[in-house]
């Protein structure tokens, strides 16, 4: 804790080489997101040549007579840009939430899976794909279900008026693993050539069904979510000095605590209701961000987003272009995190969270 | 246990004796289950009316007498089985899915009794739901054999007779129905039936080995509705492709894969072919579809909805040289031509013992369904 106290208040009083380095860290990592997604773009099974993808593009602002197939502009318009929208905030959405909960439980290994979002979204979808087969409920049940577990947790966990920590990562792990039962109950139940293999995509995760209303479904939660957790950033580095020291500063920690975790749990229900679970980002990108630009959430917090966006547009473009089957999403970030994860944990044991 | 011995405690001598006569009690009780079970199953004895068959494990099955009540748990096998016997009465069992294929086709309304079968011997996963299957007194299961030892040992340990089926080439095929013809005793239709598929064979390969030009790239869909589920190398769809003069669009993958919209178009298909499983799924899911739209096959409309028959026609069946006459007409049109219509009722006298109706042979080949795709009225009366 000792540690924190004092990056806090050295970064507070901001001293000119690290601003400078600061905003240099935002230049090389926007231009770089930049890049990605425009690279992105040309990235896919079907080979466009990168001039075709600036004519498609263009076509939309000024009229160009088109050398492109009406096939190449589909693609382009109708499964790139969609996915590459929805793998940027998804992964922002994602890292942010697991920034903020890993500073207000004061504990490097919690991501938005362990309050118990992730399992009751994938109850909500996976249900939704049993009983009625249409997209838009599915995504609707999914978000629902997400806000039911988080009020589950916070019945389960409230005690005398409080809630402390512990109840509440308790209450999350006790809630996720309930979820998780009853998906496993829907997979039992589920018809094991027409549904079942549906449910079992839909939770391995995939941005394979991207749409501009996906998209949407995804950004307006995520924004708002994250918005929140922006205007929350001060109370969080408060909150990450532990509930007595911010009660003793006057922070209203209850308050300010389910604020975070409503927030939290939109974020990660929008993300699990378009794209399935998606583990691991959350838990890893937070890390990064962390080595890079310190503890202090007034940076962390948009740091991590940006780190984010570009980690699951990078995953998401080799989950559709290195093989002609497309790889589930969670199989890569599993792969690629959990290695980079005990890599950055071995690497930042003195600095960062190794006082905590 | 009166009232008071409750109030009185046990003298210790007593208790302990007590607890040693229920440790020895439960010991005899258990002794006596496990020698029970460790008892050879009775119908391994010999006798005149013995039945032996070798399943595709190179297991030998013996029965104590042909077996009258069978479980057939493979999907496809249920309405082999029908057709073998020419007759539902030997059929006490199958899986949900094979239920869902008999009503929608022809085959429950040719056999009524099935629509009585049980459906709940097999939970997901092809996993037997033993009791239920007790429930159905069977003298013989089928079951996959390929698809690990955990679906076919809870069987074997019941001491049930099972034979395991592989799935995969028409030589598995022809093995299904080499065991359900020994079993039953039905060996002198089977190969009636043997010879029908050899002779489709030649019939469709010479007629496709006499038309010009190339052979159209096909894709066949086995899901569609829920992922974008494609048959490539190594299964049974690719054979019949590569028999009735396709190219299998998907070649380059193996086995059953999820791909995307992009891979696809990438693989841009002339002919589509879609599943029976998705009983929803109708040609106009594509030709609505904003990408695969754009595909050669949706422009040239020649998105085709398989037939559905005794059983579907997309896996192997006993109706599978109808498929690859249907397949190689589709593939070749205006070069290849078989009377379908006549080889469909005659394919079903000789299964089922059934004379379609013209309405039902319009049915079974989708005329409905598949009425906007290019030269489907060859196939109407």
Redesign the interface.
């Given at each position: 804790m000792n540690v924190h106290e004092v990056q806090l208040t050295g970064s507070s009083a901001k001293s000119p080489k690290r601003s400078e380095r600061l905003s240099l860290f935002w230049c090389v990592g926007l231009a770089l997101l930049a890049c990605l997604a425009t690279l992105s773009l040309t990235l896919?099974?079907?080979?466009i040549p990168v001039s075709s993808v600036v004519g498609i593009l263009l076509d939309n602002l000024v009229a160009l007579e088109p050398s492109w197939?009406?096939?190449e502009e589909?693609?382009v318009e109708?499964?790139?840009v969609p996915r590459i929208l929805l793998a940027t905030i998804a992964g922002a959405g994602l890292a942010v939430a697991g920034a903020s909960l890993q500073g207000i439980f004061r504990n490097p290994l919690v991501s938005s899976d362990i309050i118990g979002v992730s399992a009751g979204a994938a109850f909500g979808g996976a249900l939704a794909?049993l009983l009625f087969?249409n997209s838009l409920i599915t995504v609707g049940m999914a978000f629902a279900f997400g806000l039911v577990a988080i009020a589950i947790v916070s019945l389960a966990a409230r005690s005398g008026g409080r809630t402390p920590v512990l109840m509440i990562v308790l209450a999350g792990v006790v809630t996720g693993a309930f979820f998780m039962a009853l998906v496993s109950l829907i997979?039992?139940i589920?018809?094991?050539?027409?549904?079942?293999?549906?449910i079992v995509?839909w939770l391995l995760g995939s941005f394979?069904s991207a749409d501009y209303q996906k998209v949407l479904t995804v950004a307006v939660p995520t924004i708002l979510g994250a918005g929140v957790i922006y205007l929350m950033r001060y109370r969080i580095n408060i909150l990450s000095l532990g509930d007595e020291d911010a009660a003793a500063l006057g922070l209203n920690v209850e308050q300010a605590r389910w604020i975070v975790l409503v927030a939290v749990a939109l974020i990660t229900a929008s993300t699990v209701a378009v794209a399935g679970v998606i583990g691991w980002v959350g838990l890893v990108v937070p890390h990064v961000a962390r080595m890079i630009v310190g503890p202090d959430h007034r940076v962390l917090i948009p740091a991590s987003a940006l780190i984010g966006a570009g980690y699951l547009l990078l995953i998401d473009d080799l989950a559709?272009s290195v093989s002609?089957?497309?790889i589930p999403l969670g199989v890569l970030t599993a792969l690629i995190g959990a290695p980079l994860f005990v890599w950055l944990l071995r690497r930042t044991q003195a600095a960062g969270w190794g006082g905590a | 246990m009166d009232r008071s011995d409750q109030q009185k405690p046990i003298p210790r001598s007593k208790a302990w004796l007590l607890r040693v006569a229920i440790v020895l009690g439960l010991l005899v009780i258990g002794l006596a289950i496990f020698t029970r079970h460790r008892q050879p199953p009775a119908s391994a004895e010999p006798s005149a009316r013995n039945v032996t068959i070798q399943d595709q494990a190179g297991r030998t099955v013996t029965m104590p007498a042909p077996p009258r009540r069978i479980v057939a748990i493979p999907?496809p096998a249920a309405s082999m089985l029908i057709a073998v016997d020419g007759d539902s009465r030997r059929l006490v069992g199958m899986h949900?899915?094979a239920k869902e294929a008999m009503n929608e086709g022809l085959l429950a309304q040719i056999f009524p009794s099935v629509s009585r079968i049980a459906t709940d011997v097999v939970?997901?996963?092809?996993m037997p739901n033993v009791e239920e299957l007790l429930e159905t007194r069977p003298d013989l299961v089928f079951q996959w054999g390929e698809r690990g030892d955990d679906i076919v040992a809870p069987l074997v340990k019941l001491g049930l007779p099972v034979a395991v089926l592989r799935y995969g080439s028409e030589a598995d095929v022809e093995a299904w129905l080499a065991i359900m013809g020994q079993a039953t005793g039905n060996e002198g239709r089977v190969k009636q039936m043997l010879r029908w598929r050899r002779s489709a064979q030649t019939e469709v390969a010479d007629a496709v080995r006499q038309t010009p030009g190339r052979r159209p790239r096909t894709l066949y869909f086995l899901?569609y509705?829920?992922?974008l589920?494609v048959a490539g190398s190594n299964t049974y769809n690719d054979f019949y492709i590569g028999m009735a003069g396709g190219g299998n669009a998907?070649a380059?993958?193996s086995g059953y894969?999820?791909?995307?919209?992009?891979?696809v178009?990438?693989w841009d298909p002339e002919v589509i072919l879609l599943n029976n499983?998705?009983t929803e799924l109708d040609p106009e899911d594509v030709y609505n579809h904003?990408?695969l739209s754009?595909?050669t096959a949706a422009r040239e409309r020649r998105i085709y909805k398989i037939p559905l028959g005794g059983y579907r026609w997309d896996p192997p069946s006993q109706e599978s040289p109808l498929m690859w006459q249907w397949l190689a007409m589709v593939l070749h049109p205006g070069q290849v031509s078989f009377p379908l219509r006549a080889r469909v009722a005659e394919a079903y006298r000789l299964l089922y013992n059934y004379e379609p109706s013209s309405a039902e042979i319009d049915d079974i080949l989708r005329t409905s369904v598949n009425r906007r795709a290019a030269n489907y009225g060859v196939f109407s009366r």
């Amino acid at each position: 804790m000792n540690v924190h106290e004092v990056q806090l208040t050295g970064s507070s009083a901001k001293s000119p080489k690290r601003s400078e380095r600061l905003s240099l860290f935002w230049c090389v990592g926007l231009a770089l997101l930049a890049c990605l997604a425009t690279l992105s773009l040309t990235l896919g099974r079907l080979g466009i040549p990168v001039s075709s993808v600036v004519g498609i593009l263009l076509d939309n602002l000024v009229a160009l007579e088109p050398s492109w197939s009406e096939a190449e502009e589909r693609v382009v318009e109708l499964i790139r840009v969609p996915r590459i929208l929805l793998a940027t905030i998804a992964g922002a959405g994602l890292a942010v939430a697991g920034a903020s909960l890993q500073g207000i439980f004061r504990n490097p290994l919690v991501s938005s899976d362990i309050i118990g979002v992730s399992a009751g979204a994938a109850f909500g979808g996976a249900l939704a794909i049993l009983l009625f087969d249409n997209s838009l409920i599915t995504v609707g049940m999914a978000f629902a279900f997400g806000l039911v577990a988080i009020a589950i947790v916070s019945l389960a966990a409230r005690s005398g008026g409080r809630t402390p920590v512990l109840m509440i990562v308790l209450a999350g792990v006790v809630t996720g693993a309930f979820f998780m039962a009853l998906v496993s109950l829907i997979t039992y139940i589920a018809d094991p050539e027409d549904q079942l293999p549906a449910i079992v995509y839909w939770l391995l995760g995939s941005f394979a069904s991207a749409d501009y209303q996906k998209v949407l479904t995804v950004a307006v939660p995520t924004i708002l979510g994250a918005g929140v957790i922006y205007l929350m950033r001060y109370r969080i580095n408060i909150l990450s000095l532990g509930d007595e020291d911010a009660a003793a500063l006057g922070l209203n920690v209850e308050q300010a605590r389910w604020i975070v975790l409503v927030a939290v749990a939109l974020i990660t229900a929008s993300t699990v209701a378009v794209a399935g679970v998606i583990g691991w980002v959350g838990l890893v990108v937070p890390h990064v961000a962390r080595m890079i630009v310190g503890p202090d959430h007034r940076v962390l917090i948009p740091a991590s987003a940006l780190i984010g966006a570009g980690y699951l547009l990078l995953i998401d473009d080799l989950a559709r272009s290195v093989s002609a089957v497309e790889i589930p999403l969670g199989v890569l970030t599993a792969l690629i995190g959990a290695p980079l994860f005990v890599w950055l944990l071995r690497r930042t044991q003195a600095a960062g969270w190794g006082g905590a | 246990m009166d009232r008071s011995d409750q109030q009185k405690p046990i003298p210790r001598s007593k208790a302990w004796l007590l607890r040693v006569a229920i440790v020895l009690g439960l010991l005899v009780i258990g002794l006596a289950i496990f020698t029970r079970h460790r008892q050879p199953p009775a119908s391994a004895e010999p006798s005149a009316r013995n039945v032996t068959i070798q399943d595709q494990a190179g297991r030998t099955v013996t029965m104590p007498a042909p077996p009258r009540r069978i479980v057939a748990i493979p999907m496809p096998a249920a309405s082999m089985l029908i057709a073998v016997d020419g007759d539902s009465r030997r059929l006490v069992g199958m899986h949900a899915q094979a239920k869902e294929a008999m009503n929608e086709g022809l085959l429950a309304q040719i056999f009524p009794s099935v629509s009585r079968i049980a459906t709940d011997v097999v939970g997901s996963g092809f996993m037997p739901n033993v009791e239920e299957l007790l429930e159905t007194r069977p003298d013989l299961v089928f079951q996959w054999g390929e698809r690990g030892d955990d679906i076919v040992a809870p069987l074997v340990k019941l001491g049930l007779p099972v034979a395991v089926l592989r799935y995969g080439s028409e030589a598995d095929v022809e093995a299904w129905l080499a065991i359900m013809g020994q079993a039953t005793g039905n060996e002198g239709r089977v190969k009636q039936m043997l010879r029908w598929r050899r002779s489709a064979q030649t019939e469709v390969a010479d007629a496709v080995r006499q038309t010009p030009g190339r052979r159209p790239r096909t894709l066949y869909f086995l899901r569609y509705l829920s992922g974008l589920q494609v048959a490539g190398s190594n299964t049974y769809n690719d054979f019949y492709i590569g028999m009735a003069g396709g190219g299998n669009a998907a070649a380059a993958i193996s086995g059953y894969k999820t791909v995307n919209a992009e891979q696809v178009l990438a693989w841009d298909p002339e002919v589509i072919l879609l599943n029976n499983f998705e009983t929803e799924l109708d040609p106009e899911d594509v030709y609505n579809h904003p990408l695969l739209s754009t595909t050669t096959a949706a422009r040239e409309r020649r998105i085709y909805k398989i037939p559905l028959g005794g059983y579907r026609w997309d896996p192997p069946s006993q109706e599978s040289p109808l498929m690859w006459q249907w397949l190689a007409m589709v593939l070749h049109p205006g070069q290849v031509s078989f009377p379908l219509r006549a080889r469909v009722a005659e394919a079903y006298r000789l299964l089922y013992n059934y004379e379609p109706s013209s309405a039902e042979i319009d049915d079974i080949l989708r005329t409905s369904v598949n009425r906007r795709a290019a030269n489907y009225g060859v196939f109407s009366r």
